[in-house]
């Protein structure tokens, strides 16, 4: 049998999310719940103690997903630091809209500033979906439309993704790399940039989808023992020694 896959949603604070009263968080959580690949499913903001990523927590999560915008700055260094080792052992992080500037994406990306181009002008965003045979956009047409949207546009300065999943582009003319996976150690790492909380994005089913996916995606996955460093012994003589 497969194992579950735990997952913690962290959200900065419920306050500044006009259109979700209940927490952005809650919202994630409430859609997800019941998915037969997912088993503990935990919530987890910034006011509590360890920004509510302890390390038993963070130690028991296979998945984090990370939707911040205004508090970025009041992140302990430290959580950021705990939540960067974990991933490098094989937690999967999902970021979500302006979590592009928080210090735990900056930080996997090995960059200090993540900038874009954004207006608050409730545009029409077309979500193209580029990589049709990935299992981020299983169950997606061609495109995702979202009738009013934050504009986000390039240039979007992040590295170079490992693979480029999703392209928006806005009425307004903009273009967004808008789903992007990167590695890092043993942790994969999705950024999606619809999200905006002046809209209920996260109540259309194509959006619900797209996170669904990535969570199993992001998951880790089992591997057998890796070698590396100094081996005295070739593998021909260890094969030799316990086969022939
Ligand atoms: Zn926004």
Redesign the pocket.
Same mark, same amino acid.
């Given at each position: 049998m497969l194992k579950k896959i735990n997952v913690t949603v962290w959200n900065e604070a419920a306050g500044n999310q006009a259109a979700y009263p209940e927490g952005i968080h809650t919202v994630i959580a409430n859609f997800l719940k019941g998915n037969e690949a997912i088993g503990i499913l935990r919530t987890a903001t910034l006011n509590q103690p360890y920004h509510g990523l302890t390390p038993e927590v963070l130690e028991d999560t296979d998945v984090l997903i990370w939707w911040g *915008?205004s508090f970025h700055d009041k992140v302990e260094d430290e959580i950021v630091e705990q939540v960067r080792r974990r991933i490098l052992k094989g937690m999967g992080l999902i970021v979500l *809209?302006?979590g592009h500037a928080s210090k735990i994406f900056k930080t996997m990306l090995g960059t200090d500033t993540l900038q874009l181009r954004?207006r608050e002008a409730d545009e029409l965003e077309r979500v193209w979906v580029i990589e049709h045979n990935h299992p981020i956009t299983v169950g997606l047409g061609e495109y995702i439309e979202i009738p009013k949207s934050?504009t986000y546009g390039e240039f979007f300065n992040i590295p170079v993704p490992d693979e480029l999943i999703f392209i928006s582009w806005f009425e307004g003319g903009e273009v967004l790399r808008s789903g992007c996976t990167f590695k890092r150690g043993n942790g994969k790492i999705f950024y999606f940039a619809p999200? *905006?909380?002046t809209h209920r994005i996260y109540d259309m089913p194509p959006i619900q989808q797209v996170i669904k996916n990535a969570v199993k995606w992001a998951a880790p996955t089992e591997y057998s023992h890796v070698s590396s460093g100094h081996h005295p012994e070739s593998p021909e003589s260890i094969y030799k020694k316990n086969c022939v």
């Open positions: *915008h *809209h302006s954004w934050e999200g *905006h909380e």
